[in-house]
């Protein structure tokens, strides 16, 4: 089982970044996929879900109107654009599939806002 996150990087407030997770070694199909962040000296946290076929999805309050998440179930990837960004957004971005008896982590991808 993989999932690798991709995208992070540096961004002045404001700006946007997509971050991509690809899955393999599972039927990505059939579960939820999850999108977590983590800032340094602070707990995980659930930023964005969508359920295994795309048709739902939900925010943190925090991020909501500014983050879409999305998925290809054709290509096993799940994405989070981020626009607006500001610098609490600075975390690592973490990709997690959920699902009966399935709970996979990525390795993360830094996300830094700053001017």
């Known amino acids: 089982v993989q999932l690798v996150e991709s995208g992070g990087g540096l961004v002045q407030p404001g700006g946007s970044l997509r971050l991509s997770c690809a899955a393999s070694g599972f039927t990505f199909s059939r579960n939820e996929m999850r999108w977590y962040r983590q800032a340094p000296e602070k707990g995980r946290e659930l930023v964005a879900v969508?359920?295994?076929?795309?048709?739902?999805?939900d925010y943190a309050d925090s991020v909501k109107g500014r983050f879409t998440i999305s998925r290809d179930n054709a290509k096993n990837t799940v994405d989070l654009q981020m626009s607006s960004l500001k610098p609490d957004d600075t975390a690592v971005y973490y990709c997690?599939?959920?699902?009966?008896?399935?709970?996979?982590w990525g390795q993360g991808t830094q996300v830094t806002v700053s001017s």
């Open positions: 969508i359920n295994s076929s795309g048709g739902s999805t």
């Open positions: 997690n599939a959920r699902g009966r008896l399935v709970n996979y």
